[in-house]
């Protein structure tokens, strides 16, 4: 399984936009990016999923560049609500053999 | 509502003492998973099916064991408990072996005593 880099934490203001950035250079042909977000004591919760290019859903966008050893997650016009863990998952199946980084927090501040 | 739920929500328990956390999806998900949680550790796995009757090993399987005799359930037992087991754990699933989404469960607080 590839395993993944990602900043420890960020802190952002309302209203910015948000870019983390997750590494996995080891990611094979087959495998998926997904981010995955997770607020305490909750189950973490599907954000988007890509494999190449950019995806864009109606909470964030994944960009992956074309040799797909990083994805970047951005969240537009973050709210404090947005405060979270978020999570980079690259591999197979999502709840078969996997293994979650170590994720990043995302502090929002008024 | 497409949902995992887990069983209990908290448990608290003694040294030993055998106990079962259930999973059930309402989805016909192929794949499931358990996962513990703990402070600096993220999210680790213990077991994951692949569909009834198959099973295997995650990153930190010791003290579990699992069954999947069902498509919709996964319990995870714990056959004699110890306090290194107290964690927050995560039943989560899957629609197939190819890149869907994980649908997660609310979570199960266990302490061990």
């Known amino acids: 399984l590839a395993k993944t880099t990602q900043p420890i934490s960020m802190d952002s203001y309302e209203g910015q936009e948000v870019n983390i950035t997750c590494s996995h250079n080891n990611i094979a042909t087959n495998d998926y990016i997904t981010w995955y977000q997770q607020f305490p004591s909750q189950g973490p919760r599907f954000i988007i999923q890509g494999y190449k290019t950019k995806v864009t859903n109606e909470v964030a966008s994944l960009f992956i560049p074309a040799d797909r050893k990083s994805s970047t997650l951005s969240l537009p016009r973050v709210s404090l609500s947005d405060t979270a863990v978020y999570y980079c998952l690259v591999g197979g199946t999502n709840a078969g053999k996997s293994t979650f980084g170590d994720g990043t927090t995302l502090t929002v501040k008024p | 509502e497409a949902q995992v739920t887990q069983n209990p929500r908290y448990l608290i328990t003694v040294t030993g003492k055998k106990l079962t956390v259930t999973c059930s999806q309402n989805?016909?998900?192929?794949?499931m998973s358990w996962y513990r949680q703990d402070p600096g550790l993220g999210l680790r796995q213990i077991y994951y099916s692949m569909n009834v009757e198959v099973t295997d090993k995650g990153d930190v399987p010791e003290g579990y064991k699992v069954s999947r005799k069902e498509k919709r359930n996964f319990p995870l037992i714990l056959e004699s408990p110890s306090p290194n087991q107290t964690s927050l754990y995560f039943c989560?699933?899957?629609?197939?072996?190819?890149?869907?989404?994980?649908?997660f469960g609310q979570g199960t607080r266990l302490t061990v005593v």
């Open positions: 989560a699933s899957t629609q197939n072996g190819r890149n869907t989404e994980a649908f």
């Open positions: 989805m016909n998900h192929e794949y």
